[in-house]
């Protein structure tokens, strides 16, 4: 239920090592706040940058693992963090996360949902 909501799990679809922004938690920060641990990071990445790769929803994953890579054009783009159902989380590069992008994984082919945004 949780990965066809598309709702991340800490620890698994994030974590220490990726930024809010990645996942989709950014309505959970704040930029008006005086300093925290990471704020000058978060800070940066919200105003000067933008975040490479970006968790999303894909549809057509009957046979994947968690941690199964992702191709567009043959190139590695991502990889998935959760599956249930035919359904999956994946962190993959921005450029690869708009709705109706078709990934290739070694197990045949997904379709991108959704950006997951919380």
């Known amino acids: 239920m ?3 909501r598309g709702v991340p799990a800490f620890g698994v679809d994030f974590g220490d090592w990726t930024y809010p922004q990645e996942v989709g938690l950014k309505r959970m920060l704040s930029f008006s706040k005086g300093c925290y641990l990471g704020q000058e990071v978060v800070y940066m990445l919200e105003h000067r940058g933008r975040p490479s790769r970006l968790l999303v929803r894909l549809e057509g994953a009957d046979g994947l693992g968690r941690g ?8 590695k783009v991502g990889e998935t963090t959760s599956v249930a159902g035919g359904k999956a ?6 450029s690869c996360a708009q709705e109706g992008v078709a990934l290739h994984s070694p197990r045949g082919l997904v379709m ?3 950006r997951v945004e919380w």
């Open 2 to 4: 949780r990965v066809a």
């Open 89 to 94: 989380l994946a962190l993959v590069k921005a």
């Open 68 to 75: 199964d890579a992702l191709f567009w054009q043959g190139e």
């Open 112 to 114: 991108v949902k959704e």
